[in-house]
């Protein structure tokens, strides 16, 4: 049973960064379309970043020119750079890995920023 794993969440002041990964067991993401979500208490989640295959990339528009989604297929791992964090990108992150009719979650990563 393939999954994904978030790490790298954590508490940051405001103007701070953070890199969250997105590693995988069971699974070899390099035919996956990836995508970081993120849900805040009360609101519905969103896409915050996605790389497809071919490297494409693109953003919500709240996060462009701050963060950045990465992958490297060599270590199977996915990446969310995160710079000049505001409060109000306080939220659980999730990795997703989707490809035809494949989906997979991961369990989220907490990020939190301080004003």
């Known amino acids: 049973q393939g999954q994904v794993v978030e790490s790298g969440g954590g508490l940051v002041q405001a103007g701070g960064s953070l890199r969250l990964s997105c590693g995988a067991s069971?699974?070899?993401?390099?035919?996956?379309?990836m995508g970081w979500y993120r849900q805040a208490p009360g609101k519905q989640r969103e896409l915050v970043a996605a790389?497809?295959?071919?490297?494409?990339?693109n953003y919500v528009d709240s996060v462009k020119g701050r963060f950045f989604i990465s992958r490297d297929n060599a270590k199977n791992t996915v990446y969310l750079q995160m710079n000049s964090l505001k409060p109000e990108d306080t939220a659980v992150y999730y990795c997703n890995a989707k490809w035809a009719n494949w989906s997979y979650w991961g369990q989220g990563t907490q990020v939190t920023v301080s004003s």
């Open positions: 069971g699974i070899n993401l390099r035919p996956y379309d």
């Open positions: 790389i497809t295959t071919s490297g494409s990339t």
